[in-house]
């Protein structure tokens, strides 16, 4: 498959370039993706969540009233999970939502991803660009040069350009990343993806 190259200002470059059907062409792994992805949104929990059981918690342990005879349900001590105010039954507890999978799975989700995106014409290559100031409104021109204004965009770019990334930092809905550092989630969320140029070497490095 080739793409047409354009500049930031809309128009075309004057040239294509082909993508590596080894990174963009691969059989895509649906499990792989469910299995990355999960593991991506399990990272960002906290896992800090927590709620006191009744040994927990401070208070009398004598019986709130007799076992037999009130016709209601029978009850202990002012701990009980029934009362206002007493301890929470089989509550959350600290824990960790991390997991393990292997690298060669991750590598296959990314790569799937990718292809995906190649397959639904969603990806949009840009020639190597930078800012010379850090400013808001030269991202938001690129975006409207694309009608892509209001889109999950993900800019992938080859190296860190502190001008590129903090003039994108305000944008809602945009995200930019380095090509070394994409993740199946961020790939399959945006919209469209705006690769650079110079980021495809930077990912026949990577999947080599």
Known sequence: ME???YKISGEEAGRKIKLNDSIF?????????????????????QGTHSS?????????SRKVKRQKGTGTARMGDIKSPLLRGGARAFGPRPR??????NKKVKQLARLSA????AKQ???L???????????????????SKFELTGKKILLVLPKIDSNVFLSARNIQKSQVTLADSINTYD??????????????????????
Do not use: C, W
């Open 125 to 143: 290559v840009v020639e190597d660009f930078t800012f010379d100031t850090i400013k808001t409104k030269q991202y938001v021109n690129l975006l």
């Open 187 to 208: 790939v399959l969320n945006a919209n469209k993806l705006i690769i650079s140029e110079s980021s495809f070497s930077e990912f026949e490095k990577m999947f080599s």
């Open 25 to 45: 062409g691969i059989d895509p792994n649906d499990h792989a993706i469910y299995l990355d992805v999960k593991l991506i949104q399990a990272n960002k929990r």
């Open 52 to 60: 006191k059981e009744r040994s927990q918690l401070s208070g009398s």
């Open 96 to 101: 960790n939502y991390t997991f393990k999978i």
């Open 114 to 117: 990718l292809t995906y995106k």
């Open 3 to 5: 793409l047409v190259v």
């Open 121 to 123: 014409n969603e990806i």
